[in-house]
C-alpha cells in the first residue's frame, strides 16, 4: 500500500501483514486485520469503536510488534514515555 506524507512530495510504501511475514488466523477478519496493521503502522492511536474489534486489535498489535523489532533491528533506542508529576510548594 502507498502512502503519501501528508501532502509532501515523499511517497513511501508501507508493507502488509504478508510483507512483514505475520500469518492471519483464520478465525480473524483479514480486512480488519489488515487496517488495524496499517493504523499503526500510520501511527495511529485506538480510540473509536471499530478499533476495539478483535480482528483490528490484534492487527493493530501485530504492526506495533513488527516495530518494535525494526527498531531493534537498526538500532533505533525507544525511551519508555515520561509521567508528568505535579509537585506543589507549601
Keep these: 500500500m502507498e502512502y503519501t506524507n501528508r501532502g509532501k512530495h515523499m511517497r513511501y510504501t508501507l508493507p502488509t501483514p504478508e510483507d512483514a511475514g505475520v500469518k492471519i488466523p483464520p478465525d480473524l477478519r483479514e ?13 495511529g492511536q485506538l480510540s473509536s469503536a471499530e478499533c476495539l474489534r478483535r480482528s483490528f486489535r490484534l492487527g493493530y498489535r501485530a504492526a506495533k510488534l513488527y516495530l518494535r523489532e525494526r527498531h531493534k533491528q537498526q538500532g533505533i533506542l525507544s ?3 515520561q509521567g508528568r508529576l505535579r509537585i506543589r510548594a507549601i
Design 31 to 43: 480486512d480488519r486485520f489488515c487496517a488495524g496493521f496499517e493504523h499503526a503502522l500510520k501511527g
Design 79 to 81: 525511551f519508555p514515555i
